[in-house]
């Protein structure tokens, strides 16, 4: 059985609905560059503007809280 994992790039009106239709059925990580997008409440807000519940976009604000960190140890471990 093929397993899928998807990230989408940018949480903004093109990329959270699709975020959102694609967690549905895959596991799914969704990213942004700018934190406007990535706010929790900025993104409770579009979630439920566009019908879905904000437990599951919540978890993308905690997964940008750890990218920083996470792209630091991939620079150190190259060094």
């Given at each position: 059985?093929?397993?899928?994992?998807?990230?989408?790039?940018?949480?903004?009106?093109?990329?959270?609905?699709?975020?959102?239709?694609?967690?549905?059925?895959?596991?799914?990580m969704?990213?942004?560059?700018?934190?406007?997008r990535?706010?929790?409440?900025?993104?409770?807000?579009?979630?439920?503007?566009?019908?879905?519940?904000?437990?599951v976009?919540l978890?993308?604000?905690?997964?940008?809280d750890?990218?920083?960190?996470?792209?630091?140890?991939?620079?150190?471990?190259?060094?």
């Amino acid at each position: 059985m093929i397993s899928y994992r998807i990230a989408v790039m940018g949480q903004g009106y093109v990329g959270l609905p699709q975020f959102l239709e694609f967690a549905n059925q895959y596991p799914v990580m969704g990213f942004d560059i700018n934190p406007m997008r990535v706010d929790p409440y900025y993104l409770v807000h579009n979630a439920e503007k566009l019908g879905y519940h904000p437990d599951v976009i919540l978890s993308v604000r905690h997964v940008n809280d750890f990218i920083a960190c996470f792209e630091q140890n991939l620079v150190y471990a190259r060094l």
